[in-house]
C-alpha cells in the first residue's frame, strides 16, 4: 500500500478524533431541551439523509452474508454503542464511562487478532495501551473522586467490546469492494431500523419544532453532518486502509481534545493532572503505532 494512501488513512482517523473529541459541547447545549435518545435519532437520521444526497446510487449485496455483516455493523456501531454509552452515564459518573470506553483497543486487538488475518498482537500495543490508559485516568479522574458502580461500569465496559465487534465488521465490509461512502450509508440504514424500536420504550418526542431555537439547529447539524455523516465515512477509510487495531489506537486521543476545547471554548483550568495524562496518553499513542 501507498505511503501517500498510508497518510490519508492516519489523517482520516485524526480528523474523526479531533471532531468527535468536541461533540460533548454540542450534547450539552442539546440536553437543556433534548433526551439523549432523541439527540441520537435526530443526529443519525440527518447523517443518512446527507450520505443518500452525496451517494445516491443504490447498490447490491452478493447475498445473505454481506447484507447480515452491514446489519451487524449497524447494529453495533449507530445503535448499541451509543444506547449502552448514554444509559451507562446514568448509572456511573461521565468520568468513569470516558475511561472505560477508552479500552475499546483493547478489545479490538483481541478481537482483531482472532477473527481478522493479519492483525497480529504486538508487545508495543500492550505498552502503549497501558500507558496511554494511564494517562486517561488521570484526565478524567483530576478533578473528582472515583466511585464504582457495578451496572453503568459493566454497561460502558459492554459499549467498549460493541464497539471493538463494529470495528471488525467493518473491516471485513471494505474487503466486500463497495466504497467507502455506499458502506456507511448502508450501515446507518440498519443502524437507524434497529434504533426504532427503543424509541418506543424510551424518553422520545418527535417534536421538531424545537429546531427553532437557531443554537439548537445548528448544534444537531454539526453532530449530524460532521460528527455522524462526515466522520463515520472518515473514521471506516482509515480501518479500510490501516486496519482495525492501529485505526482503534487513536480513539486515545478523545480525552486529549476534550480537554484543549475545555480550556479554549469553556475556559476550564488544566491541572497538573490533565497535563500530565494528556502527555502520557499521546507518549501511549506513539508506542502503540509502533
Known amino acids: ?9 492516519h489523517m482520516g482517523a485524526i480528523l474523526t478524533i479531533a471532531i468527535w473529541g468536541t461533540t460533548f459541547i454540542s450534547t450539552k447545549v442539546l440536553l437543556r431541551d433534548f433526551t ?5 435519532f435526530f443526529r443519525f437520521v440527518m447523517g443518512y439523509l446527507a450520505l443518500c444526497i452525496v451517494c445516491p446510487r443504490r447498490f447490491k449485496t452478493t447475498g445473505l452474508k454481506q447484507e447480515l455483516m452491514f446489519a451487524g455493523a449497524g447494529l453495533t456501531g449507530i445503535c448499541l454503542y451509543y444506547l ?5 452515564l446514568t448509572y456511573t459518573l461521565a468520568s468513569n464511562v ?6 475499546a483497543p483493547f478489545f479490538t486487538a483481541i478481537l482483531a487478532h482472532l477473527f ?5 498482537l504486538k508487545k508495543y500495543f500492550f505498552l502503549g495501551f497501558l500507558v496511554s490508559i494511564t494517562g486517561i485516568i488521570l484526565i478524567s479522574f483530576s478533578g473528582g473522586s472515583v466511585e464504582i458502580s457495578p451496572t453503568g461500569d459493566l454497561l460502558a465496559i459492554s459499549a467498549s467490546i460493541v464497539w471493538a465487534a463494529y470495528s ?4 471485513k465490509i471494505s474487503g466486500f469492494g463497495y466504497s467507502t461512502l455506499q458502506a456507511t450509508k448502508r450501515i446507518f440504514f440498519y443502524g437507524l431500523l434497529f434504533m426504532i424500536s427503543p424509541l418506543f420504550f424510551m424518553d422520545f418526542a418527535l417534536d421538531l419544532g424545537r429546531f427553532t431555537n437557531t443554537v439548537y439547529l445548528m448544534n444537531i447539524i454539526y453532530l449530524g453532518l460532521g460528527a455522524s455523516a462526515l466522520c463515520f465515512v472518515t473514521w471506516n477509510f482509515a480501518l479500510r486502509v490501516l486496519g482495525a487495531v492501529k485505526t482503534s489506537i487513536y480513539i486515545y486521543l478523545v480525552p486529549v481534545v476534550t480537554i484543549v476545547f475545555s480550556v479554549l471554548i469553556l475556559n476550564e483550568p ?5 497535563a500530565v495524562g494528556a502527555g ?10 509502533r
Not at 500500500?1 to 488513512?9: D, F, L
Not at 439523549?36 to 441520537?40: C, G, R, S
Not at 471488525?168 to 473491516?171: A, C, D, H, Q, S
Request: glycine letters at 8%; zero cysteines; charged letters at 20%.
Open 280 to 289: 502520557l496518553t499521546l507518549a501511549g499513542l506513539v508506542i502503540s503505532e
Open 270 to 274: 488544566v491541572t497538573w493532572k490533565t
Open 1 to 9: 500500500m501507498s505511503e501517500t494512501k498510508q497518510s490519508r488513512g
Open 168 to 171: 471488525i465488521l467493518t473491516k
Open 84 to 88: 449502552l454509552e448514554n444509559v451507562a
Open 116 to 120: 481478522l488475518p493479519g492483525e497480529r
Open 98 to 103: 470516558g475511561v472505560i470506553v477508552s479500552i
Open 36 to 40: 439523549p435518545i432523541e439527540i441520537l
